[in-house]
């Protein structure tokens, strides 16, 4: 981004801020002096990663200071160390009120939500899933066998839950739930939710995908995991990869009732100690879980910069959805012109689900991406 550019863009994101009651910008650079890294990477490399809802900001220093500390040990398996992935159990069980019978690692959520597709999927049984969403379970339950129902979000974009509930039948053995929800960036409000999970979960079991749950405000107390206390037979995945960024490490948990917990571990990891996520995930997962200061950081930032682009979108007559999420779907009326230009600029898109074709996600990346993408995008003819 070229000097006047960029001064433009800080001038907006400062009015932005005001308008939102954000920290003010210098009180901000203040806080945010020192504790993360810097993303590097469209420096070195002219891709704009505004594709996979990364956090731009890089890991934060609390991180990077406990991966040259646990580095050395790297020989070792993750065991018996302060910094163990018994310890990241008992921390998340701690923060969750839960037990450490409640939890299992994985490497990303990915592979717990792969966990959940194999285990109850294997016999053909039904899955419910939404739709668009980040669609993994359903994905991959449909390649072993097992019959996958989704269930389109509704007009405002929201997840149909009465449409889901009303799919239930005999042979349901998973209905699964992205909150906030990936592409779209809705959420379903706590008390509606909760409730639903309560009612469903004596029929079948419910798994919440919470990889973005961390960015609204006040996020424990919105999050499905307490249902898991009261005895519901409820599942719950969360991930280090988004606003963590710590999305290289892959670390990520499920977390929910202990016997089918343990059914899980033993099934998929044979309960092998060693086998958990390596020792800097697991070092930069316990570190993570407790840098609060981080999470408010990038949560800010992303409202930052998300404001700033809903106000182009706006210029250029757009439609969107705001966003609960570190990205933003909406409209670009002809998806085809728009993942050529995306392409011929290489900028890294996400886009073309089914039902709304023409509309596309993206990543809220840096200021200076976030820049180049509109610059990019206005003056656009079929815009
Ligand atoms: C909703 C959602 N769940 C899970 C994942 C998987 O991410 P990871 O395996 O890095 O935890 C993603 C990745 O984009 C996602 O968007």
Redesign the pocket.
Known sequence: MDTTNRRQWLKKSLATSAALGLFPLHAFSEINNGHYGTDNTSKKNDVKRLL??ENHLGPSKNVERIIKQVISRSNRYATFYEYDAKTLKQLIAKQEGLKPENVLLG?????P?IWAATHFGSKGEQIIVPSP??D?VGLFAKKIGAKVTPVEVDLDFRMNLTEMEARISADTSLLTL?NPN?PTGTIVETEKLKSFCRLVSDKTTVLI?E??IHYLNSWRSKSMASLIAEGKNVLV?R????IYAL?GL?I?FILGPDTLIAEMEKKFTLGFPGNMPNSLSVASAITALQDDLFLEISRNKNIEIQHTFYNELDTLGLNYIRSKANFVYFDVKDFKAYKELMLKNKILLAGGWPTKSNWARVTMGSENDMSFLFDKMKGKKWL
């Open positions: 996979y809802n490497h990303g959520s990915f592979e939500l969403t980040f993994v992205c990936n995908d990889a973005y995945t991930t280090f990869s988004k999305a892959r990520g």
